[in-house]
């Protein structure tokens, strides 16, 4: 299985937005439910947000509400829109569908980082 990849990380300040994408392969992307992790330092990787092939969408508490995924099932791509950033919201950033997530096989992420 080849990994998604990620990118649209950055430095933003807080309260600012930055979109992100992740581009993965028909194999992995079609018919599947694809979901946004982030991971910081010395805590473990938590999930974000996911997105179903029908356009069904879950959000962890802390970014409801600024946070809104997307995806497009003609490019095999999905996004985050990352509106009013928190310094919490700082960390890498990681897509990827259930069974990579069950086989822990992942992509290289994608930095965020908020300044405060």
């Known amino acids: 299985q080849v990994q998604p990849v990620e990118s649209g990380g950055g430095l933003a300040q807080a309260g600012g937005s930055l979109r992100l994408s992740c581009v993965a392969s028909?194999?992995?992307?079609?018919?599947?439910?694809m979901g946004w992790y982030r991971q910081v330092p010395g805590k473990q990787r938590e999930w974000v947000a996911i997105?179903?092939?029908?356009?069904?969408?879950s959000y962890v508490e802390s970014v409801k509400g600024r946070f809104t995924i997307s995806r497009d099932n003609v490019k095999n791509t999905v996004y985050l829109q990352m509106n009013s950033l928190k310094s919490e919201d700082t960390g890498v950033y990681y897509c990827?569908?259930?069974?990579?997530?069950?086989?822990?096989?992942w992509g290289q992420g994608t930095q965020v980082t908020v300044s405060s």
């Open positions: 028909g194999e992995i992307f079609r018919n599947n439910v």
């Open positions: 990827n569908s259930p069974e990579g997530v069950r086989s822990d096989t």
């Open positions: 997105v179903t092939s029908g356009g069904y969408k």
